[in-house]
């Protein structure tokens, strides 16, 4: 079981908007640590998406954001795309663990 | 870029070892905390264990499946980090990666603190 709690799936046509949800609590989002995603596509590694809860590296279209509130965190892909299906993770620091931790992964199906 | 390569998977039967390589480039290995994840088939990322930076001490720790068969170490000479995998168990099969904790840098200003990843490399243990 993941210290950070993400849906296993979510689905969405194409040109449509869908988000993707990262709870944690009091030991790490909630204690304003920064959130990352991660974007995972079939046989690859996890390649940065999001840092530092809304930022977007160079090269990452602006459909995706990220947003922070309390213990949760959210990514939002509009204009959904083919390409976009993919596991989509997300990273936070855990004070308890001592150590950064990733939420269960998100597939994500475009439809 | 930062770049990181792994190797040394493959396939062995259990009890078996494995020592997986992770060389990375851009940066040195004892500046910044390193980490091995694993993935096993349609399953999550699994967090292995990490070696801290130098000068946060360089502390090691372990995931509880793999405390006391698997080993961390670091070579700076070589710019690489390890990872010794002992008395392997069917269980431990799928993708490790490694990763490290290092500066992104864009326009902006820097951020230190995202997970740069290797292309993971593939072990199987089966009898």
């Known amino acids: 079981q993941s210290v950070l709690t993400q849906p296993p799936s979510v689905s969405g046509a194409p040109g449509q908007m869908v988000t993707i949800s990262c709870t944690g609590s009091s030991f790490n989002i909630g204690s304003n640590y920064d959130v990352h995603w991660y974007l995972q596509l079939p046989g690859t590694a996890p390649k940065l998406l999001i840092y530092a809860n809304t930022n977007r590296p160079s090269g990452v279209p602006d459909r995706f954001s990220g947003s922070k509130s309390g213990i949760s965190a959210s990514l939002a892909i509009t204009g959904l795309q083919a390409e976009d299906e993919a596991y989509y993770y997300c990273q936070s620091f855990d004070s308890r663990m001592n150590r950064s931790v990733l939420g269960g992964g998100t597939k994500l199906t475009v439809l | 870029e930062v770049q990181l390569v792994e190797s040394g998977g493959g396939l062995v039967k259990p009890g078996e070892s494995l020592r997986l390589s992770c060389t990375a480039s851009?940066?040195?290995?004892?500046?910044?905390?390193m980490s091995w994840v694993r993935q096993t088939p349609g399953k999550a990322l699994e967090w292995v264990g990490h070696?801290?930076?130098?000068?946060?001490?360089?502390?090691?720790d372990y995931a509880a499946p793999v405390r006391g068969r698997f080993s961390i170490s670091r070579d700076v000479s070589e710019n690489t980090l390890f990872l010794q995998m002992n008395s392997l168990k069917t269980e431990d099969s799928g993708v490790y990666y490694c990763?490290?904790?290092?500066?992104?840098?864009?326009?902006?200003?820097?951020?230190?603190?995202?997970?740069?990843w290797g292309q993971g490399t593939p072990v199987t243990v089966s009898s």
């Open positions: 990763t490290a904790k290092w500066l992104y840098c864009s326009s902006s200003g820097c951020y230190k603190g995202v997970d740069y």
């Open positions: 851009k940066f040195t290995v004892s500046d910044a905390l």
């Open positions: 070696i801290k930076s130098r000068d946060d001490g360089g502390e090691i």
